[in-house]
């Protein structure tokens, strides 16, 4: 199957600092990358849709000042946290889509202190 | 918005028995897939089935579009099945997957 990267896989920042996630599709490429974020023992939420050379589609609810999302290339989606602070600690996992299927990246652990 | 159900939310099993998992979706889909995550919070695809059955080793899945559900049936279990069972559809246009509430599967020895 199609492979996706994420990195990086777990960070430790300080309130009010902003932390970079990375997201590659490393033997397809993908017009379209997705954020998740994942709550303990909770299912995945769609925070929102990355498009290659457009400005991303966040869901409702989802602060686009807070959560930057840049996708430059066929292959990288980026996701900032911006001014982090311990409600923005969570589970954050990035997937592309290829013919119609999704893939997933390891996912990226933000704590918050 | 589409509601997508998974029964059980638990499910204890000892290792070598067989179990079913079910996704119930409230309004037709395009895609379907069935995701198993591993206790490191890994995705691992098991199945893209938006109608007809499947079947990859032990593991083997079908979907009822018209009746608006799909079956994850899981045999002979072993402990490393463990983690979250989870189905995600795909109603059309944009591909944004909404997510079942997974099922917790625990696979004892």
């Known amino acids: 199957g199609a492979v996706v990267s994420q990195h990086p896989s777990w960070v430790i920042c300080k309130s009010g600092t902003s932390v970079k996630i990375e997201c590659r599709s490393l033997?397809?490429?993908?017009?379209?990358m997705f954020w998740y974020r994942q709550f303990p023992k909770q299912s995945l939420m769609l925070m929102a849709t990355s498009n290659e050379g457009s400005k991303a589609t966040y869901e409702q609810g989802v602060e686009k000042d807070k959560f930057l999302i840049n996708h430059a290339s066929l292959t990288l989606s980026t996701l900032t946290v911006t001014s982090a602070h311990p409600e923005d600690s969570s589970f954050y996992i990035c997937s592309a889509s290829t013919h119609n299927e999704q893939f997933f990246g390891p996912g990226t652990r933000l704590t918050v202190l | 918005g589409i509601q997508v159900e998974q029964s059980p939310p638990d499910l204890i099993l000892q290792e070598g028995a067989n179990s079913t998992l079910r996704c119930n979706f409230s309004d037709s889909v395009n895609n379907l897939q069935w995701f198993h995550q591993n206790p490191w919070g890994q995705l691992i695809n098991l199945f893209y089935?938006?109608?007809g059955t499947k079947q990859n080793g032990r593991l083997s899945a079908t979907t009822v579009a018209t009746e608006r559900y799909s079956l994850l049936y899981i045999s002979s279990s072993q402990t490393t099945d463990s983690g979250v069972y989870f189905c995600?559809?795909?109603?059309?246009?944009?591909?944004?997957?909404?997510f079942g509430a997974g099922t917790r599967l625990f696979v004892k020895a």
């Open positions: 995600a559809v795909e109603r059309g246009g944009g591909f944004k997957t909404i």
């Open positions: 089935i938006p109608s």
């Open positions: 033997d397809f490429q993908a017009t379209t």
